[in-house]
Structure formats: C-alpha cells, structure tokens
C-alpha cells in the first residue's frame, strides 16, 4: 500500500496544483492549511481532497510530507511537531527538483509572466500530447503515462536552483520580493545560475537587457517583435476587442499566423515563446496555430465577469511591470470604456521599494482606488510605510477605500473595474459585486 502524501499548507498556489496532480496520478493525497477561504481550495475540493485545519494529529509518520516554503516551527504546529518527532519532510521546490527528472521538463521563469506562459504552454501541449503540468495559479494535471511535464520555475529565495529542466523560458528580469533579493543584480545572478541548469534549449526575450546578459550551456534562442538580435519575432500584430493575431518568423523563416483570444502586448509575447520552444521541440506548428486559439486564459489573471451589466476584471498583478500590462490589456478589449483600477499593494516591503513606479505604472488608469496594504506573514509592519502615501503620487482621480465601503467605486460611468492584488483584492471586489447586486439582480 503506497503511502499517503500530506501536504502542509495544501492551498498555496503551488502545493494545491501539486496535490493535484499526484491525486490525479492515482496517490493518496491530503493537507491542511488555515480555515480562510483561499481561491485555491475550490479545485481541492472538487477533487475530493481532505483539507484539515493545522494540527499535529494529521500527523502519524508514516506519510510523505511536503511543506510550504512560508511555514517554520515558530508559525506552524506541523513543522514543529515533525521536527521534534523527527519526520521528514520535503519543500515543495525540493520535492519538484526530484520528481521532474521522470519527465521531459519544461520550466517557465521570469519576474512576470510566469503562471500566463505556464497555463499556455500546458494547454497547448496538453492538447497535443499526454502532459503532467503546474501551474502558479493552483490548477494541476498528473498523468501515469505522460511524457512531458511543464512546470513554473518560481525565483522566490532561489526556489528555482533544484529544477534542471531541459526546456525553460524566461519572460524578464525585474527587481522583485525586495524581502529577500538585494537588487536587481542579485535577481540577475540568481537567474544566470538557474538558466545555466538547462540542458536542451533555453528561450529568452531578446528586448530585455539583463536576460542578454545570461549566459548558458544549452542554446540561447532569443523571441521579441524586433527583427534585429532575436531568433523568433512576432509582426504583424492586429490587437482587436476579441483577441490577438500575429505572426511568427524564425530566422527569416516564415512560420505562419498565430491566433490568441487574450489581450496585451505581454499575451504576444508569452505566446511567441510558446511556439518557439515547441518547434524547436520538435512539435507540429499546425497543432500548436490550432490549440493556441482555445486557450482559455489562468485563474486571477484577466478574469472577468459581468454584474449589473458592469464588467469587473480580476487579475493577480502586484508589481508595476505587471499593472502595465493589465492596464494595456483593459485598453485593448475595451478601448471606449474609462479604466478604474482598484489596487491593493502586496507586502510593505515592495510598497517601499516600489513606491514611485507604483504610482506611474498606476496613472495609466483614468480613475484609481487603493485598499490597505496587504502584509505578508514574512514580514512585520514598522509603520515605514502606508497607502496614503501611494495615494498622495497619483495624479489621477483616486481614493483609499475599505472592504465594508467600496461606494466610491460607483462615481463612475461607462467604465470597466479592474481589481488588482496578491491579498485578499478579491474581498474588496466581491463587497464591490454584492453593492452592484443589490441594484438589480442581473448578474451572468
């Protein structure tokens, strides 16, 4: 009898698309985690996999253990039970580096962008072949007879260094989790280690000057929309209300017309990595033009719905990189709508260092609301920092709202809400819903 895998803080995004994966491959699977709703649990559930609450009667010593990076014996029963028991247990990176060597790997890296490229890459070679993949926004697949595994190769602490895939793209550099990382030259040293761990082919956008300064073992093939300096350009690109068309050359090579139903520059390019890696892995490029068009986006990236005819956008990002490019996105599918972006900073930490690009990359909405800062458990708040003085740079119409009073939100008509965050955004979204709702009852 195989032994039952128990996963110790089972909603984080990566763990809960783990645990998935291995209960789709026919393991035993179980974890526990905090009581607060996480948008994660939703796919646990569905599976039938038991989420109990932390204590150390889940644990009995006989199990696989796998451990969230974020909990220690100081924050977390479990590990502190383990630990005076003397269980083992495995981080989740350190249990992935193992278990990806079974596979032919196929990593995606990258300040920004990953979990998009991700939930690409995985639909479309899903598509085409039997594949095992996790992705960052919680969703696993796991096959017994898949060749192939697509993973994301995550930077946080250097999780990334045990995974030696034989593919892997990486969509940019940029100075992030300031909690750990010095500068943005330590983020560079950190990436330069991990692309130098591939063993078969590394992609690289060629417009990026810290990626043209990485070196590898394996070939570099560089993507981007210019012609000079990069192996795989897009052109031609036709942005409209319902997508993005664009084209794809490789070395001069025409290799045809590629279709996606998702918005944004950044969309182009994640998707030209895509076809890069795949046809040089050797893939039909008629299977990928047909698969690309029916990828039906990630979770908490671009999500929308309609309330009171009132479209909302649900989107994970939380650095100024990636609110650009939801911002562009917006703009894109509904260019006579005013754009309202609503914006929870994550972690007092990156508020700080960020501060300033916060409020540039935020003034390319026309309207901006801001919700507390979000701490993270890593993190302890000194008072350095708050949101009112975010607010105080944005030249736009703005305010700072709370979860019992997103009224504000309706001084605005003809717009389209665009709710941005890593923390709990969404509480805010959903009081912002039920305030629609309670209008009228037209909700899709």
């Given at each position: 009898m195989s032994k039952t895998f128990h996963f110790i803080g089972i909603k984080g995004a990566g763990m809960s698309a783990l645990a998935l994966m291995l209960h789709q491959m026919g393991h035993t699977v179980q974890g526990s985690d905090v009581e607060k709703y996480y948008f994660t649990q939703r796919g646990l559930e569905q599976a039938g996999i038991t989420i109990?609450?932390?204590?150390?009667?889940?644990?009995?010593?006989d199990q696989i253990l796998i451990a969230g990076n974020a909990f220690k014996p100081e924050n977390n029963v479990e590990i502190a039970y383990a630990d005076a028991q003397g269980y083992t247990y495995q981080r989740y990176h350190e249990f992935l580096g193992e278990f990806m060597r079974d596979f032919v790997s196929m990593g995606v890296a990258g300040a920004h962008g990953k979990t998009s490229t991700t939930g690409i890459l995985s639909h479309v070679l899903s598509n085409i072949t039997d594949t095992s993949y996790l992705i960052g926004d919680g969703t696993g697949r796991g096959s017994k007879g898949a060749k192939y595994f697509v993973f994301e190769s995550d930077e946080y602490e250097r999780h990334f260094m045990p995974y030696h895939p034989e593919y892997s793209i990486i969509t940019n550099i940029d100075f992030d989790h300031p909690d750990y990382f010095t500068g943005l030259e330590d983020v560079f040293n950190a990436f330069n280690d991990y692309?130098?761990?591939?063993?078969?082919?590394?992609?690289?956008?060629?417009?990026?000057?810290?990626?043209?300064?990485?070196?590898?073992?394996?070939?570099?093939y560089y993507y981007g929309f210019e012609e000079e300096g990069n192996d795989f350009v897009a052109s031609d690109l036709l942005r409209s209300t319902t997508g993005s068309t664009f084209s794809v050359h490789f070395?001069?090579?025409?290799?045809?017309?590629?279709?996606?139903?998702?918005?944004?520059r950044h969309n182009i390019m994640n998707a030209t990595a895509v076809v890069g890696l795949l046809y040089i892995a050797g893939f039909d490029l008629d299977l990928v033009r047909e698969h690309l068009k029916t990828f039906g986006g990630v979770k908490r990236r671009f999500t929308e719905k309609i309330v009171n005819d009132t479209v909302i956008i649900d989107d994970f990002a939380h650095h100024p990189t990636e609110i650009i490019a939801t911002l562009d996105a917006a703009r894109q599918k509904y260019p006579s709508k005013e754009i309202v972006a609503v914006f929870q900073p994550h972690t007092f930490t990156r508020t700080i260092a960020l501060l300033d690009e916060f409020a540039d990359a935020l003034n390319q909405a026309d309207a901006v609301y801001l919700a507390q800062i979000y701490g993270s458990a890593r993190e302890v708040d000194h008072g350095d920092v708050k949101v009112e003085d975010l607010e105080a740079k944005i030249i736009k119409k703005s305010g700072v709202i709370t979860a019992e009073n997103v009224s504000p939100l309706l001084d605005h008509d003809n717009a389209v809400y665009v709710f941005m965050g890593a923390g709990d955004i969404q509480t805010y979204e959903y009081s912002f819903e039920r305030l629609l709702g309670n209008l009228t009852n037209n909700v899709q």
């Open positions: 109990l609450p932390f204590s150390e009667e889940n644990l009995t010593g692309a130098k761990q591939i063993s078969k082919a590394l992609f690289i956008y060629g417009e990026d000057p810290e990626l043209r300064r990485i070196t590898a073992k394996a070939p570099i070395r001069g090579e025409d290799l045809g017309q590629f279709q996606i139903p998702s918005f944004g």
